[in-house]
């Protein structure tokens, strides 16, 4: 997100990287099994994260067709079933980027950056 991209998602209406980036950290946030993005990014934080921070968790492609690719690096719980939670980012982040912003979204891709202990 270091050279600030810009979607038109409406004549006279746009939206940078950073804000796709949000959308995508805070809907993922949303589903059980997530604890953060990479980075220790959680729900509370994503907002005030700023770029740079954003930028090592959520990559947006635009591809030729005026749709986008989304690559987040996620934190999952211990004990969830990676490929489960995983097809539920997926969902989560597709639907509320293509609600908030009408972009169409082909695809997002999810890596798992690492696995959260328990604090029990």
């Given at each position: 997100m270091a050279d600030k991209k810009v979607f038109s998602i409406k004549e006279g209406v746009s939206v940078t990287e950073e804000v796709i980036g949000i959308i995508s950290g805070l809907a993922a946030t949303e589903v059980k099994g997530v604890s953060s993005l990479a980075g220790n990014l959680t729900q509370d934080v994503i907002p005030k994260a700023g770029k740079n921070k954003i930028a090592k968790a959520v990559h947006v492609v635009s591809n030729d067709d005026e749709s986008i690719n989304i690559r987040l690096a996620v934190n999952i719980e211990y004990n969830f079933v990676i490929p489960e939670v995983c097809?539920?980012?997926?969902?989560?982040?597709?639907?509320?980027?293509?609600?908030?912003?009408?972009?169409?979204?082909?695809?997002?891709?999810?890596?798992?950056?690492?696995?959260?202990?328990?604090?029990?």
């Open positions: 097809k539920s980012v997926q969902d989560k982040v597709k639907t509320g980027v293509e609600n908030m912003t009408g972009l169409d979204v082909r695809e997002v891709d999810i890596h798992i950056a690492t696995v959260a202990g328990t604090n029990k």
